[in-house]
């Protein structure tokens, strides 16, 4: 099986920043792309951010210019640097996995529990 725990959630006000970390574990042959999706009350799920194996980082609409997504060389660890926050930032953000687990069985996605983020106005 493969994990994700997440961590970095809180409460902040309006204007402030935090971080998300996340990493991933177990039956792991290669990542295919690793990010964060967000759900707020009563909305939909939403894709924040994400970084794909071989191409470049995808932000959604809403985040580009205030939120930085970044990975380590293991590339099994992400980072999301949420800087100038606001209300409508607030949601549970979670951190999301395409694992393949042998390379020859196609890929799975995997998620995380989800961390509350919370802005303050």
């Known amino acids: 099986q493969v994990q994700l725990v997440e961590s970095g959630g809180g409460l902040v006000q309006a204007g402030g920043s935090l971080r998300l970390n996340c990493t991933a574990s177990?039956?792991?042959?290669?990542?295919?792309?690793m990010g964060w999706y967000r759900q707020a009350p009563g909305k939909q799920r939403e894709m924040v951010a994400t970084?794909?194996?071989?191409?470049?980082?995808k932000y959604g609409e809403s985040v580009k210019g205030r939120f930085t997504l970044t990975r380590d060389n293991a590339g099994t660890s992400v980072y999301l640097q949420m800087n100038s926050l606001k209300p409508e930032d607030t949601a549970v953000y979670y951190c999301?996995?395409?694992?393949?687990?042998?390379?020859?069985?196609?890929?799975?996605?995997?998620w995380g529990e989800g961390t509350l983020v919370t802005v303050s106005s």
């Open positions: 177990g039956s792991i042959f290669s990542i295919m792309s």
């Open positions: 970084i794909p194996r071989y191409a470049y980082t």
């Open positions: 999301y996995a395409d694992v393949k687990r042998h390379p020859t069985i196609p890929s799975t996605d995997y």
